[in-house]
């Protein structure tokens, strides 16, 4: 049998040249979106310079690769990309899979826990909560200027896909094994600029929703919008701030 055809990085380049200026991304709106479609949004954000080309890359994910390393950077430095009623998710460019496909809708947002009772205000539980909503990247307490003070607040990942919580329901398990009385947690997202009141979801309004109608009788309103919170503090000092 004869020999493998070998090869070296030297007859990759243009390849190589081409992945190291793409990125895969993730165009989330109600359908999957046409290549052309996603084409066009892409010159919409990058008109003055044509700087991008759009290709399918399988798995309902597209190819973007950049004409100069400018553009690249401030296509993944400013990700996600809010354009009309549609979200524009980047990683740096990996083979596409059903894998990247769901870890694009993944977004990290700052998320404040509210209406927690004072002995309930811990670094612990407030993880413990957040890790319902996404992949909690970081969690502490933070200084409020409202009252009670202090406010846990984690980074987590969420799927922008789904519509928002806008509140979690939490119950403590006493030692004897029976439950306590239920409760809500109310969650306030930092950072979130448009925020759809009909179907929950982050990136555009009701006027241009392409999505159905959740039912809006338990309070989803523009309270879920968060102020930035003040310095992380200590949990166990934060009576004295
Ligand atoms: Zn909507």
């Keep these: 049998m004869a020999s493998p055809v070998e090869f070296t990085d030297e007859v990759l380049e243009a390849g190589l040249n081409k992945a190291r200026l793409s990125l895969v991304g993730r165009l989330l709106c109600s359908s999957h979106p046409s290549r052309i479609r996603a084409q066009h949004m892409a ?3 990058w008109a003055k310079r044509a700087a991008v080309t759009v290709l399918d890359a399988g798995f309902r994910l597209f190819q973007f690769v950049f004409a100069n390393q400018v553009d690249y950077n401030e296509a993944l430095g400013k990700a996600p990309w809010f354009i009309q009623s549609k979200i524009l998710t980047f990683k740096r460019w990996e083979t596409p899979s059903e894998e990247l496909f769901q870890e694009l809708a993944r977004v990290p947002y700052s998320v404040q826990l509210w209406n927690l009772p004072e002995e309930y205000r811990t670094v612990a539980l407030g993880a413990l909560l957040a890790a319902r909503l996404g992949t909690v990247e970081d969690a ?3 200084a409020v200027w409202e009252s009670p003070g202090c406010v846990f607040r984690a980074r987590v990942k969420i799927d922008v896909s789904a519509p928002l ?3 979690l329901e939490a119950r403590k398990r006493n030692p004897d094994g029976s439950a306590g009385p239920s409760f809500w947690v109310s ?3 930092e950072g979130v600029k448009t925020v759809c ?6 990136g ?3 006027h241009n929703c392409p999505f159905e109608l959740i039912a809006r009788d338990d ?6 919008i968060g102020n930035k ?3 992380k503090i200590n949990e166990f000092s934060y009576a004295s701030v």
Excluded: D, K, S, V
Aim: charged share 25%; proline share 7%; glycine share 10%.
């Design 43 to 45: 010159n919409n954000i």
């Design 219 to 224: 309070g989803f309103g523009p309270e879920i």
């Design 187 to 189: 969650l306030r997202y």
């Design 204 to 206: 555009h309004n009701q």
């Design 197 to 202: 009141y009909r179907c929950r979801r982050i």
């Design 229 to 231: 919170t003040g310095p």
């Design 140 to 142: 502490a307490m933070y």
């Design 165 to 167: 919580e806008h509140r």
